[in-house]
């Protein structure tokens, strides 16, 4: 997947692993932020 980009594998590597701790801490979050509407505003 990395070639086709043109990116070497080892960044591609970081960019996945940035993606993906990404996504562990949003899911999270956005459930707690929809459980709490007078946080995000909707309240």
């Known amino acids: 997947m990395a ?3 043109g990116e070497s594998p080892l960044r591609m590597q970081s ?3 940035a993606y ?3 996504m562990a801490m949003l899911i ?3 459930g707690w932020l929809i459980e709490n509407p007078e946080v995000s505003g909707h309240g």
């Open 20 to 22: 993906s701790l990404t």
């Open 15 to 17: 960019v996945v692993v």
């Open 3 to 5: 070639r086709s980009f």
């Open 28 to 30: 999270p979050a956005s």
